[in-house]
């Protein structure tokens, strides 16, 4: 399945909303990230934000941070009739490569790969199927990223959903430099996230 969709029905209906949303959406926000106010009118105009940082607090350590936020077109319910069907997401985005969720234990697990990345990253963690609005956190309980921390954020604003995804982590120096890792969780999170608004507007 392709993630692409034609470019004059995305763009009836992508958002486009009032400076009237900005409190709510910096509300539901705040709690996990501030975003700056070129950053909420990104958001207004149907735009996916995404930062993404990492340093080395010590010599033999690394950490990493991402925020990503988008407003899907549809309300959440409606946009999650898709987006919790975790076993499909490689067929969403090229660069997860497998994708398995298991309804008892609510383990998912992905095996990502990149050309930024020197090898292919396996994640696994525990996530209900999310199908309403609300934040949902979880932990990875192994691979490359083992105990990141992160929430999910889904969030009814009017008749549109903003969805988010909060993440830190914290572990043993990689071989992947600062920068390099830096941009690929910036660009595989922006990237991710409008490939799942796309893929589920309909």
């Excluded at 958001?43 to 930062?51: D, H, R």
């Excluded at 499909?88 to 095996?111: A, G």
């Excluded at 949902?136 to 954020?153: A, H, M, N, R, S």
């Excluded at 992947?176 to 991710?192: A, E, K, M, W, Y």
Aim: net charge positive; proline share 6%; charged share 25%.
């Amino acid at each position: 399945m392709s993630f692409f969709i034609n470019e004059s029905s995305l763009s009836q209906t992508r958002v486009n909303l009032s400076a009237s949303f900005d409190k709510p959406i910096l509300d539901e926000l705040k709690p996990f990230y501030t975003p700056s106010e070129g950053q909420i009118e990104d958001l207004l105009k149907g735009e996916v934000i995404s930062v993404g940082k990492v340093d080395s607090p010590t010599p033999k350590e690394q950490q990493m941070m991402l925020f990503v936020s988008g407003i899907h077109p549809r309300n959440c319910i409606r946009a999650m009739r898709k987006l919790s069907l975790y076993e499909n997401y490689h067929n969403y985005m090229d660069f997860v490569k497998s994708s398995t969720y298991d309804d008892k234990t609510q383990r998912l697990n992905f095996t990502i790969d990149h050309a930024l990345l020197p090898f292919p990253m396996v994640v696994e963690f525990k996530i209900p199927r999310i199908t309403k609005p609300g934040h949902y956190p979880f932990v990875f309980e192994k691979g490359f990223l083992k105990d990141l921390k992160g929430t999910v954020i889904v969030h009814d604003v009017g008749k549109y959903c903003l969805l988010g995804l909060k993440t830190d982590w914290r572990g043993p120096e990689s071989k992947i430099p600062n920068v390099v890792f830096s941009t690929f969780v910036q660009t595989v999170g922006r990237l991710g996230l409008e490939h799942l608004i796309r893929v589920s507007i309909f």
